[in-house]
């Protein structure tokens, strides 16, 4: 026979525990909400922290006659309507970035481009000096994948996101490294090398790569 007291015993001990579960709970829960608003709060500092555009570019010692190319090259289409309502969201751009990433090479440009018709002040931070930021925007949730584009509203909050790539550009990297030889194949090295020539004269020099980036910077825009 059990004691008197044993079951009156058992009950508080599990209500004990359930309650220390609930707190231990919610405060995970506060935690993630706290780190979430330091984040929002934080890129205001980020945006003011970051460089201008022109800064960047004049301090670029890497694919910088290729950025102004696609700069100057690139035919902007004649979206008004489009650039307007845009330019009604009050939107500023802190962009990730690096001057021997080709990818930046040929998205900042574009991103320019469109900021001019919409209003969008944009401001830069080398990727491998702001780590602490780049790591809360990795590609795949492990890669430094750059650029990267954040957009923020007024208030300083994150409102859309974009990067590395296009998809259809993408879609040629891909093919691109899926048609190298293996890692241990003697002209591995060779071949690589190769196809990063050819896929940086590509991006410099294909228009269509280009549109590619404009849509998809546009589609993600018009979605805010």
């Not at 709060?41 to 945006?47: S, V």
């Not at 460089?51 to 960047?56: G, H, L, P, Q, T």
């Not at 809360?136 to 750059?146: A, D, H, V, W």
């Not at 259809?168 to 691109?176: C, L, M």
């Amino acid at each position: 026979m059990l004691p008197p007291n044993s079951c009156k015993f058992n009950f508080n001990s599990i209500r004990k525990r359930q309650i220390s579960l609930l707190r231990r709970r919610l405060s995970i829960k506060f935690k993630r909400i706290q780190e979430k608003e330091c984040v929002e709060m934080a890129l205001n500092q980020w945006f003011e922290k970051a460089m201008s555009a022109d800064d960047y570019i004049e301090k670029m010692e890497k694919n910088k006659e290729g950025l102004l190319h696609i700069y100057d090259t690139f035919n902007l289409p004649d979206h008004t309507d489009l650039y307007e309502n845009i330019r009604e969201k009050n939107l500023r751009a802190i962009v990730l970035t690096e001057d021997w990433c080709g990818d930046a090479m040929l998205n900042v440009p574009i991103l320019l481009r469109i900021a001019e018709k919409a209003n969008i002040d944009v401001r830069m931070l080398l990727r491998d000096d702001n780590l602490e930021l780049m790591d809360q925007y990795l590609t795949n949730g492990k890669s430094r994948s750059i650029p990267i584009f954040i957009f923020i509203n007024e208030e300083g909050n994150e409102v859309a996101k974009w990067g590395p790539r296009a998809a259809k550009v993408q879609e040629f990297i891909d093919e691109s490294r899926a048609a190298l030889p293996p890692k241990d194949a003697p002209d591995h090295e060779e071949k690589a090398n190769e196809m990063y020539k050819f896929i940086g004269k590509s991006f410099r020099d294909n228009q269509d790569f280009w549109d590619e980036v404009y849509n998809s910077l546009i589609n993600k825009l018009k979605s805010i």
